[in-house]
């Protein structure tokens, strides 16, 4: 598992979307595989089973146990949903591991028998981790988080959410100093930002966390922090940008007697604020050291899941840099 996954399964935090832009590492791409006939995936058959060595028999038994744990939860869910059974508490949890340690005993396996790598799937995930023939069960896995992480019924949606990141996060490293070029840069990263917390789904629940929720998936508190930090921001942008002030009045005013992270328009603006925004003055700096847009993105994820560590390592490394 990848280190930004683990993090985020240290704080509880949501799944489904890790797959896009790789979230970091192959194993959070969602790797998962059904099983065929009545007595379950007969992987390798008999006589070929015979002719394993130890580790390699092994493996196939923990992967196959794997897959058979994994296809019985999203079984036992659907079947929860469609019967309109009450779900268990974090209802996503137990998906999301035993996808976890089935894409995990599924690349011990490949890397002892090479030979069971495949053709290339539809979802473009490489063959050692994920066997085309095995689609279905994603394209469920995907199905299920959808219903159990639907946004609230009185969330409050935007017309232009896409739109809302881009122009939130312009004006908001403008007012904190940037050139036209780097603010861009930082609308950029704020919408890949979206797209790897919710796949750009607005106002999503989640199925993993009590905590997070919301167009970013942040907490309660960090929310609350966004909002007293755009406070303090609020009139440099007025300065320059009276037309987005006015919608953001609007949007304040519609939210007021909301949770903001159900508003996607607070909800974004108040999660770039708590942390990104104090990094934003670092983008030029960023992007000379890592000039590959991916290698920017995952600075500011990991901001996004572990802010702490994430900006003490960066720091430290700046120093070491000034000292050099």
Same mark, same amino acid.
């Given at each position: ?18 797959? +896009? /832009?790789?979230?970091? @590492?192959? $194993?959070?791409? #969602?790797?998962? *595989?059904? =099983? ?5 995936? %007969? ?124 122009? +939130? /996060?312009?004006?908001? @490293?403008? $007012?904190?100093? #940037?050139?036209? *070029?780097? =603010? ?5 990263? %704020? ?134």
């Amino acid at each position: 598992m990848s280190p930004i996954r683990a993090a985020r399964m240290s704080r509880d935090r949501p799944g489904p979307w890790s797959a +896009l /832009a790789a979230r970091a @590492a192959l $194993a959070g791409a #969602l790797l998962i *595989a059904p =099983a065929f006939g009545d007595g379950g995936l %007969s992987f390798i058959g008999a006589q070929a089973q015979a002719a394993l060595t130890r580790a390699q028999a092994e493996a196939l038994d923990t992967y196959n146990k794997g897959l058979d744990e994994f296809r019985s939860i999203l079984k036992e869910r659907r079947a929860q949903i469609d019967q309109r059974q009450p779900l268990p508490d974090l209802p996503g949890q137990a998906i999301y591991l035993a996808r976890n340690n089935m894409i995990s005993a599924y690349k011990d396996l490949t890397d002892l028998l090479p030979a069971r790598i495949g053709k290339p799937n539809r979802f473009g995930l490489p063959a050692a981790y994920f066997d085309a023939a095995n689609e279905p069960l994603l394209d469920e896995y995907f199905a299920l988080f959808s219903v159990m992480q639907a946004p609230l019924p009185n969330s409050q949606r935007s017309d232009t959410p896409f739109n809302d990141v881009v122009d +939130l /996060a312009t004006d908001i @490293a403008r $007012a904190k100093g #940037l050139d036209a *070029a780097h =603010a861009d840069v930082a609308a950029r990263i %704020s919408m890949g930002i979206f797209f790897a917390e919710t796949g750009g789904l607005q106002n999503m629940g989640n199925a993993r966390s009590k905590v997070y929720k919301g167009s970013f998936q942040t907490g309660p508190s960090e929310d609350r922090n966004g909002q007293k930090k755009w406070a303090a921001i609020k009139p440099a942008i007025a300065a320059f940008d009276p037309s987005l002030i006015a919608r953001d009045d609007k949007e304040q005013a519609r939210a007021a007697q909301h949770d903001q992270r159900f508003n996607h328009w607070t909800n974004v603006r108040n999660a770039l604020m708590n942390e990104h925004a104090d990094i934003f003055p670092q983008i030029p700096e960023i992007v000379r050291t890592l000039p590959n847009p991916i290698d920017q993105m995952k600075v500011f994820e990991l901001i996004q899941i572990i802010p702490t560590p994430t900006k003490s390592a960066r720091n430290r490394g700046r120093a070491v840099q000034r000292k050099a």
